[in-house]
């Protein structure tokens, strides 16, 4: 990027773009939808009109509402989100069916997932329309460090706090069952880019050099020591091994961004494996897991899912079994962590290599508005949220398709889960109102045109 | 604050290559391996709801998949159980496949490379995938003969094998096992009969899933003696002229006891030819050249018959036949009639005497013949070939001629054939104290151009023991097959 913004490429609005390319979301959506019906009952689904018009409705809703209140936001983020949301949709029916063949009274998920849908899009269009300017968020640094702090204790709670399959790390508001930590994630990225903003530099220039490494002063080393208590203390009370290290992940990666010292990201690899080692000595549930991943075919751990999803995707081939004709309710939980093993099943290595492309691109185009960015905070929001993202996406599809071993984390948008949902589609609209700032053209100033010191003036 | 974005885009580049190498490995590379593993249930499930090929014998199906209605759409059938079920095998959704169904199953599945094309067919045609057929080698008459032998003599309950060889192909022309199973009750949809089934098959005491014609030892007898005598002639200082001793009894060495001859009496002299010591089953005579000859001459004779090995690819669990390792002078001798520690499968005995007949040369025995696509089309014809050359022409004529003396003049009279010279062999083994002997009889016919070899072990009748022998027990079905081959 050139040094002076204002003489940088000017951005278009490309809406129309955004429109078309929405277009050929909603079909995958609706497409796979109707092909899952055609698959499983032989006809199109008698439902089609009503679900794939509350489809278009949603997609228009968001559509609009980009439209309206950040003109210049990217035009790809939205489209893929929609594609990833219908074909999980899609999917999730077809587990659905799959499980009602076998039993009519078994739990559905589809018409749940597409009430979080809606409400995930309901936050999306409140997100852009309440949220302006995504510095206004710099305000709340520490109210949001110390919310995402409350929000990762709360399933550690005697009464709402709830265990499902040994990990810790839901609660129970009335009927329905939330993960908080999904909704610190996003919390934690604001809280961490407000915090290295003001701390960047001493970070970076204070403290001494150790063997080629820029070691900072003690005082400065405190949040990021707590930083690694917390993922541990994760680990350790919620046995939660996936968030763990997305936290870690994801706070490293926005110290290396934040002070330019590829040093962190050496210490803090090393403080992770340290600890990571001494889990699996100590915790027989990591060391389960990491045995299933080095041997699932052994006995001596229950590796039963990671090698059904092998299989599943074995089955699946190069172009899958088509949507219907697998066997994907084999796979335990494959309407949730292991949507992708259903999709490989189902769609192939073709379906499989769409969907990691898909997130592929939201990534990128997470991290091409962090480089436009014209504001460190913004940066910093923008590249935490695009590498969490990416983390998460590699622990998940990394561990259902047996790359590195199997820790439990959604797959963004297609995975059952109305928290993980909701704080995705959340994610999205923060990163185009970020996106949205960064591309528009630059109001003529005639004060001086430090981004830093404009943000701090209009903070105050 | 760029460098280090562009950074992470190039790793977080770098992760998302590996998550598309990796499912590419596993979906790709990796997935023919794991399609192929036993506990693979969607593999399972899909073969089951596709129609399996065939199992033909000389044109009539003995296993069959017929449409029905439910979840897996076909149902795997055998028309005659009992009769083909240990070759035919089961195919079960919970305890697997066996016998052909196993060894066969890639063809009899469609899932066999040499079927590739026609699964692209089917699959650009919309049409589900079939499995091929395959042809087995059996004579159904010789078959019938063996399995209404064996239950002639006391029922569904009697206990043994009958195995016939073409000998100059290996070709199985006839294998049975008694007691019988019904592979259909293996076979079933519902998965409860499926497992009363199999629990009542594996508690019975009888073992009637055990093909004993492959699948189990025993002890040869004197049909062993066949062996000694190949060993003997082979060896050069032996003709079918040679006197040996033949008396009522030989001296053990290093031991006080002797061996005896299984009528009490002598062989019909104290020096008596090799033929003639061959026809009565002389006892003394083929202990006496045991030890003349040694356990390695033995053995080594042995082995080149087959045993000691697996030759059998077409039906699992084929178990080797053995003979002793290190055996004294006096086991030795008792090695040479075919007691002690050997121990032959029917299947094994069948291949000496269809050695005998090939003129010394032993075939590999097979019993798929013929494997055709779902189109009919031949995509594979078995190709006879030799396993080993256990003894000389010259010494199979030699043996050729002593068992057609055993037949016309001596133990194995009830075999004789009208118009036929038949060749054989009796055999009636000890087993141990208390226990009835088993009764065996190998031969084959005609002598002079051998169309089949047989052998016929009776491990139990249900007959008194005085009643038990190869002559009696035996000899008469080994007669009924051959005769079954012959007049085809």
Redesign the interface.
């Known amino acids: 990027m050139p040094a002076d913004p204002r003489t940088a490429f000017a951005h278009r609005r490309r809406r129309g773009a955004e429109l078309f390319l929405l277009l050929l979301a909603l079909a995958v959506g609706i497409g796979a939808y109707a092909a899952v019906g055609l698959g499983v009952e032989g006809t199109t689904p008698t439902d089609i009109i009503g679900y794939g018009g509350w489809l278009v409705l949603l997609v228009v809703a968001a559509h609009v509402t980009v439209r309206f209140t950040a003109p210049y936001a990217d035009p790809v983020l939205l489209p893929v989100v929609a594609a990833l949301n219908g074909l999980g949709l899609a999917m999730i029916h077809r587990i659905d069916l799959a499980e009602l063949e076998q039993n009519t009274e078994a739990n559905t998920f589809a018409r749940d997932q597409l009430i979080w849908m809606t409400l995930g899009v309901l936050v999306f269009v409140a997100v852009l329309v309440l949220l302006r300017d995504h510095r206004r968020l710099q305000a709340f640094t520490y109210t949001s460090g110390l919310a995402a702090v409350v929000l990762l204790l709360l399933p550690l709670l005697p009464v709402i706090g709830r265990e499902i399959n040994g990990a810790r790390i839901w609660i129970n508001i009335g009927p329905m069952s939330f993960q908080p930590g999904e909704v610190a994630k996003v919390l934690l990225v604001v809280f961490f880019a407000g915090y290295l903003v003001l701390h960047r530099d001493a970070l970076a220039l204070a403290g001494r050099r150790v063997l080629g490494i820029d070691l900072p002063r003690g005082r400065d080393l405190g949040p990021i020591l707590g930083m690694w208590l917390v993922s541990l203390g994760i680990l350790v009370f919620q046995r939660d091994l996936g968030s763990s290290l997305l936290f870690f992940g994801l706070f490293l990666v926005m110290l290396y961004v934040a002070t330019e010292r590829p040093g962190w990201l050496l210490l803090g690899g090393t403080l992770f494996a340290v600890g990571a080692y001494f889990a699996y000595l100590v915790m027989p549930h990591v060391k389960a897991r990491v045995g299933a991943w080095i041997d699932p075919f052994g006995t001596e751990y229950d590796s039963y899912q990671i090698v059904q999803g092998m299989y599943g995707q074995a089955w699946g081939g190069l172009v899958g079994r088509g949507l219907g004709q697998g066997d994907p309710t084999l796979i335990p939980f494959s309407y949730s962590d292991f949507i992708v093993a259903a999709i490989g099943e189902e769609l192939g290595l073709t379906g499989v290599m769409a969907v990691i492309l898909l997130y592929g691109l939201i990534v990128e185009r997470g991290l091409r508005t962090a480089l436009v960015a014209r504001d460190a905070f913004g940066k910093l929001v923008a590249a935490g949220l695009a590498v969490v993202f990416a983390l998460q996406v590699f622990v998940v599809i990394g561990g259902v398709t047996k790359l590195i071993p199997l820790t439990g984390l959604t797959t963004p948008f297609m995975s059952y889960g109305g928290s993980s949902l909701i704080a995705n589609w959340a994610i999205i609209a923060l990163l185009l109102r970020i996106s949205d700032q960064a591309r528009r053209p630059l109001p003529d100033l005639s004060g001086p045109a430090d981004d830093d010191a404009t943000a701090v003036v209009m903070i105050r | ?9 190039v790793v ?2 770098a ?2 290559v ?3 190498v ?3 490995y ?3 590379i ?6 192929s ?1 036993n506990d ?4 399972r ?2 073969e089951f709801s596709r129609e399996r090929g065939a199992i033909l014998v000389n044109g009539t199906s003995v296993a069959e998949s017929v449409p029905v209605d439910d979840k897996f759409e076909f149902q795997r059938r055998y028309p005659q159980p009992l009769k083909y079920g240990h070759l035919t095998g089961y195919y079960s959704y919970t305890y697997g496949r066996n016998a052909v169904e196993l060894t066969q199953n890639d063809i009899l599945s469609g899932s066999d490379s040499r079927l590739f094309v026609n699964r692209v067919v089917d699959m650009f045609g919309n049409t589900d995938p079939k499995g091929g057929d395959v042809t087995l080698t059996v004579n159904p008459a010789a078959q019938t003969a063996a399995f209404d032998g064996l239950r002639e003599l006391g029922g569904p309950g009697v206990k043994g094998s009958v195995v016939a060889l073409d000998p100059s192909t290996g070709a199985i022309l006839a294998m049975v096992s008694s007691p019988q199973y019904d592979p259909n009750e293996l076979s079933s949809h519902r998965l409860t009969e499926i497992s009363d089934a199999w629990t009542r098959l594996t508690e019975d005491p009888d073992r009637p899933a055990l093909n004993r014609g492959i699948q189990e030892v025993f002890p040869p007898g004197s049909t062993f003696k066949l062996v000694t005598a190949a060993a003997a002639l082979e060896s050069g200082q032996y003709t079918p002229d040679s006197r040996v001793p033949g008396g009522a009894t030989l001296d053990l060495p290093q031991t006080d006891n002797v061996l005896p001859n299984d009528s009490g009496g002598s062989c019909g002299g104290e020096r008596i030819t090799l033929t003639q010591a061959l026809e009565v089953s002389c006892n003394v005579a083929f202990g006496f050249l045991g030890m003349e000859i040694g356990d390695d001459a033995l053995r080594e004779q042995a082995q080149k018959f087959g045993f000691g090995d697996r030759y059998l690819d077409d039906l699992n669990g084929q178990v080797e036949s053995r003979f002793p390792s290190d055996p004294d002078e006096p086991q030795t001798a008792y090695s040479a009639i075919g007691q002690f520690d050997v121990a032959a499968t029917p299947l094994q005995m069948a291949m000496v005497t269809a050695g005998i007949a090939n003129g010394g040369t032993v075939m590999k025995p097979y019993l798929v013949d013929e494997v055709r696509s779902p189109d009919l089309d031949v995509l594979d014809k078995a190709n006879p070939e030799p396993y080993r050359n256990a003894v000389s022409s010259s010494v199979a004529r030699d043996l050729t001629q002593m068992m057609i003396s055993v037949v016309d003049n001596g133990t194995g009279a009830t075999a004789q054939i009208p118009n036929i010279k038949v060749a054989g062999k009796t055999g009636t083994a000890q087993t141990s104290e208390g226990r009835n002997p088993y009764a065996w009889f190998v031969s084959f016919a005609p002598a002079d151009n051998p169309e089949v070899a047989v052998a016929v072990l009776v491990e139990d009748a249900g007959v008194e023991r005085d009643a038990i022998s190869g002559s009696g027990l035996a000899a008469p079905i080994a007669k009924r097959v051959m005769e079954a081959v012959i007049n085809r």
């Open positions: 604050m760029n460098k280090p974005i562009r950074t992470m885009a977080v580049m992760l998302f590996a998550l598309l990796n499912s590419t596993l979906q790709y990796r997935a023919d391996e794991l399609n593993r693979n249930k969607r593999v499930d899909a």
